[in-house]
Nanobody, 124 residues
């Protein structure tokens, strides 16, 4: 099983930026597509972004974050990142790193490993 640890969350004002990090010691990390999801209290876990394996040349984003967020990876460090710019109150959620989707990569049920989440709170 892939084990992941997120960090970098916090409290920011609307319009601010944060960079989330996700670390793994998985030996085959570079071969795994990686995703970010978010979940507000009482809500479903929603897709945010996904990056392809290897060099990460292919990325996809939820419409709600397109142009504001950027996913990237550093395989030498076994890390994946989510740069979040121009944050809005609607971005407030717990953010989760996920690994190795099987099938529909927009669905949280497709992923085979999860972190415990890091809280992002955006104030108006």
């Amino acid at each position: 099983q892939v084990q992941l640890v997120e960090s970098g969350g916090g409290l920011v004002q609307a319009g601010g930026s944060l960079r989330l990090s996700c670390a793994s010691s998985e030996r085959t990390f570079s071969s795994l597509p990686m995703g970010w999801f978010r979940q507000a209290p009482g809500k479903e876990r929603d897709f945010v972004a996904v990056i392809s394996s290897g060099s990460g040349s292919v990325t996809f984003y939820a419409d709600s974050v397109q142009g504001r967020f950027a996913i990237s990876r550093d395989n030498a460090k076994n890390m994946v990142y989510l740069q979040m710019n121009n944050l809005k109150p609607e971005d407030t959620a717990a953010y989760y790193c996920a690994a190795d989707p099987d099938g529909n990569w927009r669905s949280p049920q497709a992923y085979n490993g999860w972190g415990q989440g890091t809280q992002v709170t955006v104030s108006s």
